[in-house]
Every structure is written in C-alpha cells, then in structure tokens.
C-alpha cells in the first residue's frame, strides 16, 4: 500500500518483521499474541500447534507452574499478622498527606 515502507522494509532481513520467516518462534517460546512471553506458559494459539503437532504442551509451560513449585510455596509457616491495635505506632516518619489537601499544621515561619 505504502512503496516507500515497501522499500525501507525491503532493505530488512525478513525474519526480522516477518513472522512466517521466524524460524526459532515456537522453540523460543514466542507467540504474536504476547500471552506466552508475558505470562510464561502456552496461550491457544501455542495449545492448537501441539495439538495438531501431537506434542505434549506441558514441556512449553515454565517451571514455576509445576507442581513441586507450588507445594514449596505454601510448605513454609504462615503467622498471622497482628490486629491493627497491636501495630506499634510510627514516630520517626514524616506525615503524608494526599496531593491538594492542608496538613492540620502550617511550617513555621523563619
């Protein structure tokens, strides 16, 4: 549509913008979608490909799905937080106070 674009894309090796010429996609666990990058396991379009392809789509989820990794996430002790009654008191803090509003007490002059 564009001849120039054509031209300037034209002077680019095509595995570079052209997904059908990315010959790592899949093994490098990269999908258009972005789902498989950003969350680290396959997205539809990574479960349709191993379906077809009869490979077990398990082997493209990351570790830290697995099984063993979520047991050893809840196999530490848990203590429960104190109430907020029992909470001690911050003193070496500065106040804050939202964007806009007056704190209750003005600077002191100089």
Request: with cysteine.
């Amino acid at each position: 549509m564009n001849p120039e674009a054509k031209e300037w894309l034209d002077q680019l090796p095509r595995q570079q913008w052209v997904l059908a010429y990315d010959d790592d996609g899949i093994r490098d666990g990269v999908c258009a979608c972005g789902v498989w990058q950003l969350c680290k396991y396959p997205c539809s379009h990574i479960l349709a490909v191993c379906r077809k392809l009869n490979i077990d789509h398990l082997e493209y989820v990351n570790d830290y799905y697995s099984k063993e990794h979520s047991l050893e996430v809840y196999a530490a002790d848990f203590s429960p937080l104190a109430g907020v009654s029992d909470w001690p008191e911050a003193t070496n803090f500065p106040r804050l106070f939202p964007p806009g509003s007056r704190p209750d007490v003005r600077p002191m002059s100089q």
